[in-house]
C-alpha cells in the first residue's frame, strides 16, 4: 500500500473510533471487542491479499481489475428505460424487456375478437442491498424475449435517485418504503396484466412489504412469487460468521459507526479505494461459496458493492433490524412461490428462507450446495432453472418455450 493509500485508509479508521469514543468509555470497550470480531471477517481477506501483495504489484493489479472489466460484459443488458416516481417525489428507474412476438399476429388478432390481446405475464425483479437491477444479469440474458420483464432500482441505489425523504427531511429508509417504491415501478410499468414478483435479499423484504399494504394488488393480479436469499424477520439474530461475543459488539457499534463514516463520504471513499484489495476479499466472502468462481463475476460483484455510496449503506442498514414481515407470508398461501437460498449464505442464512418455507407449505424449497448470498451470479443455472419452472407453471412462459443460455460460473455448479 502506498503512502498517500495508507493515509486515506487511517483516516477512516480515525473517523470510525470517533464516531465511538463520542459515547464514552463503554463504547470503546464494546468498540474493542466488534474490532477483533471484525477481524476475524478481514483475517482471511487480509492473508490473501498478504500473499498477493507479495507476488504481484500494484499497477499489475490494478491492470487485471481492468481486465476483467473487460472480459466480463455483466450488467451491460439494457431495456427500454422508464421512470416512476415514489410518494416522496424520489425518481426511480426501470427498464422493460418485452416479449418477441410476431407483430403480423396482432392485427388478425384484434379482428377476430373485436379487442385487443390480453396484457402478457409481466415478471418484475427487485434487487437486494448495495446492487442493482443489473445483479440480475443472468436470468435477464435468459428469459429475454421470452417474457415480458421489468427490472428497477431501488431508491438511492443504480440509476435510480436518492432518497428525498432521505436527503431532504431527514427521515429513514424503512422496508415499507420500499414496499410503496415498488408499487410506483408496478404502476408505470406494468398498470395491467397478471404479474410475477422476484425479489433476492432486500428486494424479496421488498415485495413482503407490497403484499403487507396492497394486499388487493396481490390478490387480483400477482400469479407467482419467487423469494431468493431473504428473510422475514429476525435478521437482527444473524452472527454473519462471527464469534457470539464479537457480533453482539458488532451490533451495538455499527449502526453509530455506519451513520459516522456517512457523513465523511468523502473520505471513506478514499479509503475505499485504497484499501480495495482488502475490500475485495471481504466482498468475495460474504457473497460467494464456491472456490472456483468465474473471476469476472467475482469483480463484478465488486463494482456493484463498491458503487454504492457509503451514506446509502448507512441509511438503509437500520431497516433491516426493524423488518418483520412474516404475517405477510399469508398473503402468497394462495399462490405458486419459490423459495430459495444458497446454503453458505451468511448474510440472510438458508435457514431463514426454510422458515419462510414453513409458512407456505406448498411452496417449492430449492437450496443450492455451495452457494452463498449472491447465488444468481454464483449458480445462475440452478436459479434459472427454477425460475423457469415458476413461469411455466403460472402460464407466464409456454411450456415448448426455449429459455436462452444463461452460463455457468463455476465448475461445480448444479441444480440445487
Known sequence: MSESSAEAAVEVAAAASSAVSAAGPASWRRAGVAGAAIGVVAAGAAAGVAVERLTVGRGMRRKARLALDSAGPYGALRGTPGKASADDGTELYYEVDEVETDDTLAPRRRRLFGRRAPAPVTVVFSHGYCLSQDSWHFQRAALRGVVRTVHWDQRSHGRSGRGVAQTEDGMPVTIDQLGRDLKAVVDAAAPEGPLVLVGHSMGGMTVMALADQYPELIRERVVGVALVGTSSGRLGEVNFGLPVAGVNAVRRVLPGVLKALGQRAELVERGRRATADLFAGIIKRYSFASRDVDPAVARFAERLIEGTPIDVVAEFYPAFTDHDKTAALARFAELPVLVLAGVKDLVTPSEHSEAIADLLPDAELV??????????????????????????????????????????TSSTARRG
Open 367 to 408: 437450496l443450492v450446495p455451495d452457494a452463498g448470498h449472491l447465488v444468481m451470479l454464483e449458480h445462475p443455472e440452478a436459479v434459472t432453472d427454477r425460475l423457469a419452472d415458476l413461469l411455466t407453471r403460472v402460464g407466464a412462459v409456454p411450456a415448448g418455450a426455449t429459455v436462452g443460455g444463461y452460463g455457468s
